[in-house]
T-cell receptor
Framework: NAGVMQNPRHLVRRRGQEARLRCSPM?????VYWYRQLPEEGLKFMVY????????ESGMPKERFSAEFPKEGPSILRIQQVVRGDSAAYFC???????????????FGPGTRLTVT | AQTVTQSQPEMSVQEAETVTLSCTYD???????LFWYKQPPSRQMILVIR??????QNATENRFSVNFQKAAKSFSLKISDSQLGDAAMYFC???????????FGAGTRLTVKP
């Protein structure tokens, strides 16, 4: 059973460009979470999605950031007009359906390191 | 505010010795789950151990065990017989039952000396 997959692993963007980060959850998982990790800090929650629905985006910056999890395909975290402060590692996690064993657990992908030059 | 505090930014242990990493958290809720994650230089987040708050018995996973003190809101990680491969950042985290956002501490960098 493949784990959570994220691509690309490394992404370099110039200021003002768009960044698209992709996440494929573990097989059988329908819940996806995005976290951001700034250097020397812990992970900070951004958004929680189920298929075709944003459930909780309380940690998402109000501007330039958006996320989706379409019916088909991976979840996408999109950052428009990137700035230097967006440079960070972005982690995706997935969890099984509510009620399943260990449904509270989140399984993390390897992360995407975004560098804005 | 619901926060996680790891008071030791860095720790060091001799190979084969035992080390304890501290973690305290702050929540007024009673139903939650606690975790320790390991993040090696590859940056992959690896689940080390989990604890359900309603369980009094401390979780153990091979050389890893926790000391869960619910009243004190403390959740320390003990690593026995430390190995070179244990060197990593360790993050303490918790999530409230029914919530979506896992809260993380700032991490403790563990160095293992040969």
């Amino acid at each position: 059973n493949a784990g959570v997959m994220q691509n690309p692993r490394h992404l370099v963007r110039r200021r003002g460009q768009e960044a698209r980060l992709r996440c494929s959850p573990m097989k059988g998982h329908s819940h996806v979470y995005w976290y951001r990790q700034l250097p020397e800090e812990g992970l900070k929650f951004m958004v929680y999605l189920q298929k075709e629905n944003i459930i909780d985006e309380s940690g998402m910056p109000k501007e330039r950031f958006s996320a989706e999890f379409p019916k088909e395909g991976p979840s996408i975290l999109r950052i428009q007009q990137v700035v230097r402060g967006d440079s960070a590692a972005y982690f995706c996690a997935s969890s099984p359906l509510a009620g399943a064993e260990f449904s509270y657990e989140q399984y993390f992908g390897p992360g995407t390191r975004l560098t804005v030059t | 505010a619901q926060t996680v505090t790891q008071s030791q930014p860095e720790m060091s242990v001799q190979e084969a010795e035992t080390v304890t990493l501290s973690c305290t958290y702050d929540t007024s809720e009673s139903d939650y789950y606690l975790f320790w994650y390991k993040q090696p230089p590859s940056r992959q987040m690896i689940l080390v151990i989990r604890q359900e708050a309603y369980k009094q018995q401390n979780a153990t996973e091979n050389r890893f065990s926790v000391n869960f003190q619910k009243a004190a809101k403390s959740f320390s990680l003990k690593i026995s017989d430390s190995q070179l491969g244990d060197a990593a950042m360790y993050f303490c985290a918790y999530i409230l039952r029914g919530n979506n956002d896992m809260r993380f501490g700032a991490g403790t960098r563990l160095t293992v000396k040969p």
